[in-house]
Structure formats: structure tokens, C-alpha cells
């Protein structure tokens, strides 16, 4: 005890050296189950094609009724753990990204630390809707920095399906269930790539625009309204990033977007002047899992050869609060 003691008074004031955060892997999990747009065409009274040229989805993914959050989230932590070659007895954060979380309480993290035998970690969920994932990101980066954690998992996890108004033909063809995680760490050099400036913002008088009430326990929302501010928001945040970063448009290598909406996707990327070759959308047969759909996103990039180590990548959401923000990163991950 008095040796410990000693240790920390001759470190006492002692400066942290600022350290550079990475991603280290991404890696994904889905439900087996799909909801095609034929078969919602069908229970909605519409046409495919009505569905599809307002979403640009086909298929999405659907938990069934007794598959649990907390398992899907674990199973993409390990998969993620495995790629980055991390014990789990090594992590200092798991950090849950969701809006869906099994129970009330207790929160996804603590249940997923616990599946993944991540003895020496905190564990706590973050809420921010759709921007859950990037502002996790921003909380792991800053204690990746800071020296107070060495690793942190980070899961963006949602079944946003078992809060979806299937009598809602305008919002129903959008949601999808799913689950993505990456390890983020120190980093030991520069070929190990960088988490960079990560902006965020809210705007809670908005706060009606995207809605679930605890009496219903259904998603409401005001397309046209959430169409506008979530390509001006996603924009803004864009610009205000990359300029933080010191990074001009041209310089980076990959968009990747939250998956909201493929119109969404497609009218931000016009709104910014990016080539569309450098935009992911994977929108497609993924659906929108809220969350999930940026380590989803990332991780499709990286299976298509358009996610290198060394890409310059600007990430960037928008979700219910409202919640939105951009960050800018040089990938790191294996």
C-alpha cells in the first residue's frame, strides 16, 4: 500500500502526454430474418416501386421476437475483438450506441461486457438516436487521448423495428435492426491512421419532429421536416469538420453517412459537390437500424475495397433530438 501510495504522489502533476485515438476494427452482426419490400408493399396497400423510389430499399433486417439486443451487440463486439486481436480482459470501455435497449433498465453495455468477459471495463449506453454511434466515438477518442482508457469497444446496436407504426406507409419501409462495433485504441504511429475532429450539435426544439412516446412505444415523424434539416444539419457539420480538421473536400477519400434514407444520402452528397463514387450507400438491403448504420456502412465500405488503411473518411449523422454531427478520420483498421 505505501509503495502504490508512493507511485502516485511522484506522478502527482506529472503532464499526460496527449495521445492520438484510432480505429483499430470494424466488424458487424444482423438478425437472419428480412422484411422485403414486397412483402411491406403488400401489408401497406402500395406498390414496390412506390416504396423503393422513396427509400432506395429493398430488404431490411428483422429481429424476431425473441432475439435479444444485448446478444446481437456481443456478437458484433466479438467479432470485432477478434479482428483487432484484443482480448476482451483488455478493454477499459464497452459503449453501447441505441435507443432500443431490451429493458428499461439495466442498460445494453453492462449486459454486453458481461457476454464478452470484459472483466476490467466500464460500461454505460449512449442516447443520442442516430447520432449515437459518432458521439460514442467522440467519448471513446477523448479517453483514448486523455490516457484515462487504453481500449474501448463500441457497439451501435438497434431494433428499430419493435418501434416502427406498421400502419404508417411513410415511415414503416425505412427501419431495419442491426448491429456494428469497432475497437478503438491508441495509436503507435501514423500508419496507424487517426481519429480526428469530431463536431456535434443539437437541437432540441426540434424535439417533435421524430418521436416515441412511452405510451405507445411507436416511432412518429415529420418526413419533409426531417428530409430538410437533416441534409442542412449533415452539411453544416460536414463543413464545420473538415475545417477543423484542416482537410479541404477534395482531400477526403470516403463519405460515409448515416444511412437514414437514400434520397437523404443522395441530396447531401449533391448539397456538398461529392462524387458519388465516394459516397457510401448501402442503404439498399440494410434498411435504417439508426445507430448501426454507420459501423454497418463502414464496415460494407471496407468489404468492397473503398475503405483502405490510410483513407481519409468523413463520417457524419443525424438523428431524432435533434442530434447531428460530423468527424473526420484517417482509417486505421485492419
Same mark, same amino acid.
Given at each position: 500500500?505505501? &509503495?502504490?501510495?508512493?507511485?502516485?504522489?511522484?506522478?502527482?502533476?506529472?503532464?499526460?502526454?496527449?495521445?492520438?485515438?484510432?480505429?483499430?476494427?470494424?466488424?458487424?452482426?444482423?438478425?437472419?430474418?428480412?422484411?422485403?419490400?414486397? &412483402?411491406?408493399?403488400?401489408?401497406?396497400?402500395?406498390?414496390?416501386?412506390?416504396?423503393?423510389?422513396?427509400?432506395?430499399?429493398?430488404?431490411?433486417?428483422?429481429?424476431?421476437?425473441?432475439? /435479444?439486443?444485448?446478444?446481437?451487440? #456481443?456478437?458484433?463486439?466479438?467479432?470485432?475483438?477478434?479482428?483487432?486481436?484484443?482480448?476482451?480482459?483488455?478493454?477499459?470501455?464497452?459503449?453501447?450506441?441505441?435507443?432500443?435497449?431490451?429493458?428499461?433498465?439495466?442498460?445494453?453495455?453492462?449486459?454486453?461486457?458481461?457476454?464478452?468477459?470484459?472483466?476490467?471495463?466500464?460500461?454505460?449506453?449512449?442516447?443520442?438516436?442516430?447520432?449515437?454511434?459518432?458521439?460514442?466515438?467522440?467519448?471513446?477518442?477523448?479517453?483514448?487521448?486523455?490516457?484515462?482508457?487504453?481500449?474501448?469497444?463500441?457497439?451501435?446496436?438497434?431494433?428499430?423495428?419493435?418501434?416502427?407504426?406498421?400502419?404508417?406507409?411513410?415511415? #414503416?419501409?425505412?427501419?431495419?435492426?442491426?448491429?456494428?462495433?469497432?475497437?478503438?485504441?491508441?495509436? /503507435?504511429?501514423?500508419?496507424?491512421?487517426?481519429?480526428?475532429?469530431?463536431?456535434?450539435?443539437?437541437?432540441?426544439?426540434?424535439?417533435?419532429?421524430?418521436?416515441?412516446?412511452?405510451?405507445? /412505444?411507436?416511432?412518429?415523424?415529420?418526413?419533409?421536416?426531417?428530409?430538410?434539416?437533416?441534409?442542412?444539419?449533415?452539411?453544416?457539420?460536414?463543413?464545420?469538420?473538415?475545417?477543423?480538421?484542416?482537410?479541404?473536400?477534395?482531400?477526403?477519400?470516403?463519405?460515409?453517412?448515416?444511412?437514414?434514407?437514400?434520397?437523404?444520402?443522395?441530396?447531401?452528397?449533391?448539397?456538398?459537390?461529392?462524387?458519388?463514387?465516394?459516397?457510401? &450507400?448501402?442503404?439498399?438491403?440494410?434498411?435504417?437500424?439508426?445507430?448501426?448504420?454507420?459501423?454497418?456502412?463502414?464496415?460494407?465500405?471496407?468489404? &468492397?475495397?473503398? *475503405?483502405?488503411?490510410?483513407?481519409?473518411?468523413?463520417?457524419?449523422?443525424?438523428?431524432?433530438?435533434?442530434?447531428?454531427?460530423?468527424?473526420? *478520420?484517417?482509417?486505421?483498421?485492419?
Amino acid at each position: 500500500m505505501l &509503495d502504490e501510495l508512493s507511485v502516485f504522489e511522484t506522478n502527482r502533476g506529472a503532464p499526460v502526454p496527449r495521445r492520438t485515438a484510432t480505429v483499430l476494427s470494424v466488424a458487424t452482426e444482423l438478425p437472419v430474418g428480412r422484411l422485403t419490400t414486397a &412483402d411491406l408493399a403488400e401489408r401497406l396497400g402500395v406498390t414496390e416501386e412506390w416504396i423503393y423510389s422513396r427509400t432506395g430499399i429493398s430488404e431490411r433486417p428483422q429481429a424476431a421476437d425473441d432475439e /435479444r439486443l444485448s446478444d446481437l451487440a #456481443a456478437q458484433a463486439g466479438r467479432k470485432a475483438l477478434a479482428a483487432a486481436g484484443v482480448d476482451a480482459s483488455q478493454l477499459d470501455l464497452v459503449i453501447v450506441a441505441t435507443i432500443t435497449a431490451d429493458e428499461v433498465t439495466p442498460n445494453t453495455a453492462p449486459l454486453v461486457a458481461h457476454e464478452l468477459g470484459a472483466v476490467n471495463a466500464g460500461a454505460f449506453d449512449v442516447g443520442a438516436a442516430c447520432t449515437g454511434f459518432l458521439t460514442g466515438m467522440s467519448l471513446a477518442a477523448a479517453q483514448i487521448e486523455t490516457g484515462r482508457a487504453s481500449h474501448v469497444l463500441l457497439v451501435g446496436a438497434d431494433f428499430v423495428t419493435r418501434i416502427t407504426d406498421y400502419t404508417d406507409r411513410k415511415t #414503416a419501409p425505412l427501419f431495419a435492426d442491426g448491429a456494428g462495433a469497432v475497437v478503438i485504441a491508441a495509436a /503507435r504511429d501514423q500508419a496507424d491512421g487517426a481519429i480526428g475532429p469530431i463536431v456535434l450539435g443539437a437541437d432540441g426544439a426540434q424535439g417533435e419532429t421524430i418521436v416515441a412516446q412511452h405510451s405507445d /412505444r411507436l416511432l412518429s415523424m415529420d418526413g419533409p421536416e426531417v428530409f430538410r434539416h437533416a441534409v442542412t444539419r449533415m452539411h453544416e457539420a460536414t463543413l464545420a469538420a473538415l475545417q477543423q480538421a484542416d482537410v479541404a473536400l477534395e482531400e477526403i477519400d470516403l463519405f460515409v453517412f448515416h444511412q437514414a434514407n437514400a434520397r437523404i444520402t443522395k441530396a447531401l452528397a449533391e448539397r456538398i459537390g461529392a462524387d458519388p463514387a465516394r459516397v457510401v &450507400d448501402c442503404i439498399e438491403r440494410l434498411g435504417n437500424s439508426s445507430a448501426a448504420t454507420l459501423p454497418l456502412a463502414l464496415a460494407a465500405a471496407q468489404a &468492397d475495397g473503398r *475503405l483502405k488503411p490510410g483513407a481519409t473518411v468523413l463520417i457524419g449523422a443525424f438523428g431524432a433530438g435533434f442530434t447531428f454531427g460530423a468527424g473526420v *478520420l484517417t482509417w486505421g483498421g485492419q
